[in-house]
């Protein structure tokens, strides 16, 4: 396997970039447990089985401390990805500051063509709102440095309440809605809502 995923990317490295060839390559930062399941969920949706996606957690800290959480957290990551049975990578880092370390997960994540083009990550929780609005300006700062380091930005805004009755509803019954306005935005939001469609749970769905 690895000699074929070798001789495979690098020819694809070879090939000039197509439009055709897009594929959602995702990254996405899943630092609350608490929300994990759903973001994981929904990631595994919109990548629609033909691209990579990678789950990143970055504890901030440094030293043996911060390595032992390291690994506590990589196993507790792995462990949610096997138990959705999603096709992705589990991925772990630790550094003394988080937006550092994004910026530099964003710019160097991937290897030759496998290089995200879309960051996934939760609304802003609880906890971001908190301390005197510190928590916002950071959240508002990172979603900054994503767009410019020139990577789709997708927002996964949901509650346990609403995630119930997602669960809850009928494949039948299930329906995506794109917002239309004729720009990029929107056709990378219509081609993700297409992806979906191809997952079990949406195979029935109205777009």
Avoid: C
Wanted: hydrophobic content about 45%; aromatic content about 6%; proline content about 5%.
């Amino acid at each position: 396997h690895l000699q074929r995923v070798r001789q495979h990317l690098l020819a694809a490295g070879a090939d000039p970039e197509h439009a055709r060839d897009w594929r959602p390559q995702l990254l996405v930062f899943t630092q609350d447990s608490k929300r994990r399941v759903p973001l994981l969920a929904f990631a595994a949706w919109i990548e629609g089985g033909t691209g990579f996606t990678e789950a990143v957690q970055i504890i901030e800290g440094e030293g043996m401390a911060a390595r032992k959480a390291e690994e506590s957290a990589h196993r507790a990551l792995a462990e949610a990805i096997a138990s959705g049975r999603h096709a992705m990578f589990p991925l772990t880092v630790h550094a003394p500051d988080l937006t550092q370390a994004m910026g530099i997960l964003i710019q160097s994540s991937g290897i030759g063509p496998l290089r995200p083009n879309t960051v996934v990550l939760n609304w802003m929780g609880e906890a971001a709102k908190a301390i005197s609005g510190i928590g916002a300006y950071n959240y508002v700062k990172h979603l900054k440095l994503i767009f410019r380091q020139g990577k789709n930005l997708v927002i996964l805004r949901l509650d346990p309440e609403s995630w119930s009755r997602l669960e809850a509803q009928p494949r039948e019954g299930r329906r995506i809605d794109v917002w239309w306005q004729g720009n990029a935005t929107s056709r990378l939001m219509l081609l993700l809502a297409h992806l979906m469609t191809r997952n079990e749970p949406w195979d029935k769905t109205t777009l």
